[in-house]
């Protein structure tokens, strides 16, 4: 079965970072490209970030492009988002996604999702 | 960037009855487009993808057409548990994207 599991989330100051791991099991997690995908209290879905399962090649929304990095273990099965410089309209609960297919982001697998909340 | 805009923003419909919901990309998606459910407190689940295709475990009320720009979804029958948020979402394009959502309510 396959299992995503989002940590990190916190109360975080603006201007701060954070770092949010997802552990992956249940598939061959070097095979597939990752997503972050993020949902702001009582808003729609926002995609954030995508890996490729080597790491070699990212992928970044305009709204975190430069403050946000994407990256990943594949020794641990683990993703990782560091989010620096970090903005009251950043909070939200980041969800980790996998897609249907190694290489397709068609995000069929989700984990529960893990809150971050920017606020002095 | 492409801009999908999903419509009505809101539906309000009987159980039973036919949902149609629409998206719109600014620029052509192929058949890159997936549609989602998510209901209160959950994480999205998958229904619809490159375009027409139902997700493994997806009942048939639910369909999907279009191609390009314009693209639908479709609940033959709405069940109680149908009542949720619907989003379109293309991966034709960097940076991936999704739509505003259509939330279908009960009348």
């Known amino acids: 079965e396959v299992q995503l599991l989002e940590s990190g989330g916190g109360l975080v100051q603006p201007g701060g970072s954070l770092r949010l791991s997802c552990a992956a099991s249940?598939?061959?997690?070097?095979?597939?490209?990752m997503s972050w995908v993020r949902q702001a209290p009582g808003k729609g879905l926002e995609w954030v970030s995508a890996i490729v399962s080597g790491g070699g090649t990212t992928y970044y929304a305009d709204s975190v492009k430069g403050r946000f990095t994407i990256s990943r273990d594949n020794s641990k099965n683990t993703l990782y988002l560091q989010m620096s410089s970090l903005r009251a309209d950043d909070t939200a609960v980041f969800y980790c996604?996998?897609?249907?297919?190694?290489?397709?982001?068609?995000?069929?697998?989700w984990g529960h999702g893990t809150l971050v909340t920017v606020s002095s | 960037e492409i801009v999908l805009t999903q419509s009505p923003a809101t539906l309000s419909l009987s159980p039973g009855e036919r949902a149609t919901l629409s998206c719109r990309a600014s620029?052509?998606?192929?058949?890159?487009l997936a549609w989602y459910q998510q209901r209160p407190g959950q994480a999205p689940r998958l229904l619809i993808y490159?375009?027409?295709n139902r997700a493994t475990g997806i009942p048939a009320r639910f369909s999907g057409s279009g191609s390009g720009t314009d693209f639908t979804l479709t609940i033959s029958s709405l069940e109680p548990e149908d009542f949720a948020v619907y989003y379109c979402?293309?991966?034709?394009?960097?940076?991936?994207?999704f739509g505003g959502g259509t939330k279908v309510e009960i009348k």
């Open positions: 979402y293309q991966r034709n394009n960097w940076p991936l994207t």
């Open positions: 996604a996998r897609g249907i297919a190694p290489t397709t982001s068609y995000f069929l697998h």
């Open positions: 490159d375009a027409s």
């Open positions: 249940g598939f061959t997690f070097s095979d597939y490209t």
């Open positions: 620029q052509s998606v192929g058949s890159s």
